[in-house]
């Protein structure tokens, strides 16, 4: 034989059920989630992007030297260390 039973559904318990996952607790939440260790991650990033940012604004009126003076630069270091370029690196 078959019996046949209700499903009660409390609407309580659903709606703390999905206020337990809405998008705005989840948000609340994300900080408060993170380990310590990631929070100092964090922040030696942003330390270390603006370090960078400042860096690259001291060097603009610096110049990346030419092809034609790396290669008398290498040149110049072949005669002076002695040994010609073999071409294997």
Known sequence: MLSFS?????????????????????VRT???SKDPE??????????LEKLEREGHELEKDLKRPGVSSL?????????????PDDGVY
């Open 6 to 26: 209700k499903t009660i559904q409390s609407p309580v318990l659903s709606k703390t059920f999905a206020r337990g996952f809405s998008s705005s607790v989840l």
């Open 38 to 47: 990631q929070r100092m991650f964090d922040r030696n990033k942003k330390k």
């Open 71 to 83: 290669k008398k630069k290498g040149e110049r270091a072949q005669i002076e260390q002695g040994r």
């Open 30 to 32: 994300k900080h408060a």
